[in-house]
């Protein structure tokens, strides 16, 4: 009889210990979080392209140039004019 209960007192600690869940390692709660770092994308800046200038070049029977010029900046079509009657040389008219 003896015998019996000590096998039922080892199984029921047994049992008992089987049940019971291991102590946590850690505190519950909010785990860390690595920092993270976000950077804004950066535009690219740089020197805006210079506004268009078409040029149409002639040249006629007498190794004389003449041109047409066209786009949307005053400005820079007359830098480009001046340009080119520097070198090409007066247009003939």
């Known amino acids: 009889m003896e015998r019996k209960l000590g096998i039922y ?3 029921a600690l047994f049992v008992i210990a089987c049940e019971r869940q291991p102590p946590p390692s850690e505190k519950p709660g909010p785990q ?3 920092e993270v770092v976000v950077e804004k994308e950066k535009p690219e800046r740089g020197n805006p392209l210079p506004p268009e200038v078409k040029i149409k070049l002639k040249k006629d029977g007498k ?5 047409e010029l066209s786009g ?3 400005d820079q079509i007359l830098k480009v ?5 520097k070198q090409l040389g ?3 008219k």
């Open 72 to 74: 949307s900046d005053a």
């Open 32 to 34: 860390p979080v690595g």
């Open 63 to 67: 190794d004389q140039y003449s041109w």
């Open 81 to 85: 004019n001046e340009k080119l009657r």
């Open 9 to 11: 007192i080892v199984l």
């Open 90 to 92: 007066e247009p003939s």
